[in-house]
Structure formats: structure tokens, C-alpha cells
């Protein structure tokens, strides 16, 4: 079944690194996102991991993906105040369905 | 380029009305998605449907909701009867050919308050 997990809460200060993590239970995710959500505003996607790739860079983001433990992080360096956001990694599957199903999001706080 | 449209940004309604959200998709873009998140919760996939066609309708709930993406226009996200646990943002996604994983980029959603 599909199921994506992440954690709650993270909280950090500005100019450190932040790691978000999230576990997926459907191995046959092909694509699996990352979007940033800011208070009242919809969603923006930040980077995207393919399957067959273990590790993404783009500027201050790092995507790492375990496949066989089913996990990816985020890892956003030098933290800024403007970071902060909710984030949500999604997942899609080779099924040909195109619904993403998404975690429940995780609230970074940037402390000055 | 105008990125994906959704309007009203902020709807209110009393139980028993009826709310219209509407989307338009972002320039060559046929495909479109719904998906609605409840306070705290993540988004949860309603419909997809392209063009005059409904795709896949799996995650709409039986009653009272129904969707469209007319010839012209924009695809209108229909509630009918609305009740309290409706209230919820609405967010639209689209993108350009449908392809399996294909990015989705989503609009700014429509926060509807049902009182």
C-alpha cells in the first residue's frame, strides 16, 4: 500500500544545516519529490530524485534516497530565515497512476 | 508565463450551500489535479482528469463532488451540500502531457470555510 511518513517538527539555527527525512513503503516508486509550502501559499517544488539515483545536488539542496530502506532526505545547507516552511516529500509510482501521494509534512523553524 | 490560477483564493459557505473552486492550468499545460489538505494533514489526491475526460477519479469522495475540465475554460472542482468537515485548501496541480511522473506544478490553492 502506499504509505509516506515524516517527522513533525525540525528545528534548527540560521546558517546550520538542516536534514529532513522521510520513509516510503511502496517499492515501486519511481519519482519521488520534494516541495516547500509557505504560509497560506500552495506548493513549490524544490528538487526531484529519480529511482535509479541515489544521491541529487542543486545549489543549497541535497537529496539523499536509501532504496532499500525506503528512505530520502532533504538536507538544506546554510539554513536561512527564509527557509521556513513546511515541506512535504511525495511520491510517485511506476503504476502509470498519476496521483502523488504525500507525507504529512514536516515544519521547519529557522531560529535567528 | 503565468503559473497555475486558482481563484477564489478564499471561499466561505454555510452548510447546505454549494461551492465552485476553479482552476486554470498553467499555458499548454491539459492535464489537471486536485488534491485537498485538511488543517495539519498532507494533500490527498480528488481527480485527475484531461481535457473533457475524467482520468482517474479514485481519491473523490461518492457524493455531493464532481469535477470538470470543459473544452474552454477552466476545470471547476464542484461540492454540493457542503458540511463542516469540507473545510479544507483545494489545490489545483497541472502538467503538460500526463506522462507517468511527470512534474505537477500546483497553484496557490482555494481555502473554503464552511460554517
Known amino acids: 500500500g502506499e504509505d509516506v511518513e515524516q517527522s513533525l517538527f525540525l528545528s534548527v539555527r540560521e546558517g546550520d544545516s538542516s536534514v529532513i527525512n522521510c520513509t516510503y513503503t511502496d517499492s515501486s516508486s519511481t519519482y519521488l519529490y520534494w516541495y516547500k509550502q509557505e504560509p497560506g501559499a500552495g506548493l513549490q517544488l524544490l528538487t526531484y530524485i529519480f529511482s535509479n539515483m541515489d544521491m541529487k545536488q542543486d545549489q543549497r539542496l541535497t537529496v539523499l534516497l536509501n532504496k532499500k530502506d525506503k528512505h530520502l532526505s532533504l538536507r538544506i545547507a546554510d539554513t536561512q530565515t527564509g527557509d521556513s516552511a513546511i515541506y512535504f516529500c511525495?511520491?510517485?509510482?511506476?503504476?502509470?497512476?498519476?496521483?502523488?501521494?504525500f507525507g504529512s509534512g514536516t515544519r521547519l523553524q529557522v531560529q535567528p | 508565463n503565468a503559473g497555475v490560477m486558482q481563484n477564489p483564493r478564499h471561499l466561505v459557505r454555510r452548510r447546505g450551500q454549494e461551492a465552485r473552486l476553479r482552476c486554470s492550468p498553467m499555458k499548454g499545460h491539459s492535464h489537471v489535479y486536485w488534491y485537498r489538505q485538511l488543517p495539519e494533514e498532507g494533500l490527498k489526491f480528488m481527480v485527475y482528469l484531461q481535457k473533457e475526460n475524467i482520468i482517474d477519479e479514485s481519491g473523490m469522495p461518492k457524493e455531493r463532488f464532481s469535477a470538470e475540465f470543459p473544452k474552454e475554460g477552466p476545470s471547476i472542482l464542484r461540492i454540493q451540500q457542503v458540511v463542516r468537515g469540507d473545510s479544507a485548501a483545494y489545490f489545483c496541480a497541472s502538467s503538460p502531457t500526463g506522462t507517468p511522473q511527470e512534474t505537477q506544478y500546483f497553484g496557490p490553492g482555494t481555502r473554503l470555510l464552511v460554517l
Open positions: 511525495a511520491e510517485s509510482m511506476d503504476t502509470g497512476r498519476r496521483a502523488l501521494t
